[in-house]
């Protein structure tokens, strides 16, 4: 099997230089893995290998050229830079993009779809310049023995242009996207299954901030897109409408055109902030330049933010309605209320913090009456809720030199229910928590770890219980070269009461760096584990899993 690897690296001109000539970096390893078990109903094979390589050839100090294979007893893959490369030469502020590249222009318009084709980026003083062509999609043709029937794709090709300006708190940039599939890339017949039209798209957007009274902010975008879902159904003419922007595009009948629009205004200062945001995107807004859009949605936020105690204490939030059915054509409507906040604190090995996310939604649906045909469902109001609590708290304190102890405690706790018209319907629980202690003799090379952890669940008629303890040390031997770990954790799970498994999970692990010649010959390390893991009182028959890994790595 042969794969692509794409590599984006930005070749500087000022550093070329003949006598640097080849340089080769990169790395080899050779990974066996062991595994045994008592389930049946597990298929896994007993021995595997795996030799994995990634290369790096460096060519008068300005190209990159990289590669990478794997090569193992169930499967063979190679990679290799030129299947799907990128060559990205740079002088100053001029720099090239040849090959794959997957530029960014903005949200609404270009935003960042592999293209095969070129790319340009000159950043003069407080300009930026960008312009791209190339293909986003190759035409595959259908396959009736290979079943491809959801790779079938048109030939699409497309081009942008973006120019920005940014200078002494000004930012403002226009950009210009279109993007158009081959209708006559395929030749062989297309079945109705897979669902495939051929498009167009022309997007442009406009974007301004800027800020004034040394703290305050302004800031807005608005792109709108002229899309065409089915070039076969075009007739090819333009529409006759005294509409300046249908005259300027040149809007055919089947056409359509839908805008996105977002603005904030806000205070920012060193100790606190606060900021306005609106946006609204039309339903079945999209672009070809991206591969996935949030559309019909319009959304108000305020997020404010507090730092105090000289940013040792950080306090923040965001706070927001959304709404959908812009157009007011679905049978639902759907409103949410969305809440968060955060609170942490660092000082002097103390850190801590608490979060807090509330998602309420409010689905209204409602009675819809057709000429053949009447729903019986009623108009139906419905609401959901979901709360989630976080916090954390960890401790370090002890010499750098001799002792060090750590303490970390962390409790979550998720809640959700749903209601239709008062009436309750579903709701869950679920709450974790986990406590560790940890040391360090620094000049022993040696730390240990105890920690216990629980895990409650309860979902209607659902209840469950995980819990236990665990310890783990690390053991640094000649000079840290040879570093050894030890592991055990015993856990209890009980479900409706009931005690369904006990499991003992242990593991051993060590690993070895060689000295003395990774300067001429690279970086050579040794490494192998070993994990079982034992499932006791079960109703079934005790079973177990072991599973071995060995590994020798290279790095130059």
Same mark, same amino acid.
């Not at 055109?257 to 606190?272: K, M, Q, R, T």
């Not at 916090?391 to 002890?398: C, I, K």
């Not at 010499?399 to 060090?404: A, E, I, Q």
């Given at each position: 099997m042969v794969q692509g690897v794409l590599f984006s690296m930005a070749q500087d001109l000022e550093q070329f230089d003949v006598k640097k000539g080849l340089k080769v970096s990169g790395g080899l390893s050779f990974n066996n893995t062991f595994y045994s078990g008592s389930d049946s109903l597990i298929h896994r094979d007993p021995y595997m290998y795996t030799l994995s390589g990634n290369l790096n050839f460096n060519i008068l100090g300005i190209i990159d050229a990289p590669f990478s294979f794997a090569v193992s007893n169930t499967s063979k893959t190679y990679t290799q830079p030129f299947n799907r490369f990128q060559f990205a030469p740079k002088y100053k502020w001029v720099k090239l993009y040849l090959g794959t590249t997957n530029m960014h222009f903005s949200q609404y318009t270009l935003a960042g779809h592999d293209a095969r084709g070129v790319g340009v980026e000159l950043t003069p003083g407080h300009w930026n310049v960008s312009a791209m062509y190339g293909r986003f999609k190759k035409a595959i043709e259908y396959n009736p023995e290979a079943n491809n029937i959801y790779d079938v794709a048109y030939k699409r090709m497309g081009y942008g242009f973006k120019v920005g300006y940014c200078n002494k708190g000004t930012d403002a940039n226009v950009i210009l996207f279109s993007a158009k599939d081959d209708k006559e890339s395929l030749e062989m017949p297309i079945p109705a299954e897979a669902d495939l039209h051929p498009q167009k798209n022309m997007a442009v957007s406009a974007y301004f901030r800027q800020k004034f009274l040394k703290h305050f902010f302004v800031q807005g975008e608005y792109a709108l897109s002229l899309y065409n879902s089915e070039l076969r159904a075009s007739n090819g003419e333009q529409i006759e409408s005294a509409n300046f922007i249908d005259r300027v595009f040149g809007r055919n009948g089947n056409d359509r055109? /839908?805008?996105?629009?977002?603005?904030?205004?806000? %205070?920012?200062?060193? &100790?606190?902030?606060?900021? *306005?945001?609106?946006? #609204? /995107? +039309?339903? @079945? %807004?999209?672009?070809?330049?991206?591969?996935y859009f949030t559309n019909d949605v319009e959304t108000f936020t305020l997020a404010p933010y507090l730092k105090? /105690?000289?940013?040792?204490?950080? $306090?923040?939030?965001? *706070?927001?309605?959304?709404? !959908? =059915?812009? =157009?007011?054509?679905?049978?639902?409507?759907? #409103? #949410?209320?969305v809440g968060s906040a955060n609170v942490s604190f660092s000082s002097k090995g103390f850190m801590t913090s608490v979060s807090y996310s509330n998602f309420s939604t409010y689905t209204r649906y409602r009675k819809t009456a057709y000429p053949y045909y009447v729903d019986d469902l009623d108009s139906l109001n419905f609401y959901q809720i979901n709360q989630s609590l =976080?916090?954390? +708290?960890?401790?370090? *304190?002890?010499? @750098?030199?001799?002792? #060090?102890? !750590? &303490? =970390? /405690? $962390?409790a979550s706790y998720q809640t959700s229910d749903s209601k239709n018209d008062d009436v309750k319907e579903s709701i869950s629980d679920i709450v974790s928590a986990s406590v560790s202690y940890g040391q360090s003799l620094v000049p022993k090379d040696f730390s240990f770890a105890t920690f216990f952890s629980i895990n409650h669940a309860t979902a209607d008629l659902y209840k469950s219980l995980y819990y236990g303890p665990g310890i783990s040390c690390t053991k640094q031997f000649f000079d840290k070269h040879l570093t050894t770990g030890l592991s055990f954790a015993f856990n209890e799970n009980i479900l409706n009461d009931k005690k369904t498994n006990s499991l003992l999970n242990s593991s051993l692990s060590a690993s070895y760096l060689l000295h003395g010649i990774k300067e001429k010959y690279g970086r050579h390390t040794f490494s192998a584990s070993a994990g079982l893991t034992n499932r006791l009182k079960t109703e079934m028959a005790r079973n177990y899993e072991f599973l071995a890994t060995i590994r020798y790595g290279i790095t130059f």
């Open positions: 055109f /839908v805008d996105a629009l977002n603005a904030s205004l806000g %205070y920012e200062g060193a &100790i606190w902030g606060l900021s *306005f945001c609106y946006e #609204r /995107v +039309a339903p @079945d %807004y999209q672009t070809l330049g991206g591969y105090l /105690v000289g940013g040792k204490l950080s $306090m923040s939030g965001k *706070f927001g309605l959304e709404r !959908n =059915n812009l =157009n007011d054509l679905k049978a639902d409507d759907t #409103r #949410r209320m =976080n916090a954390m +708290a960890s401790y370090n *304190f002890g010499k @750098d030199t001799t002792l #060090r102890h !750590n &303490i =970390n /405690v $962390m």
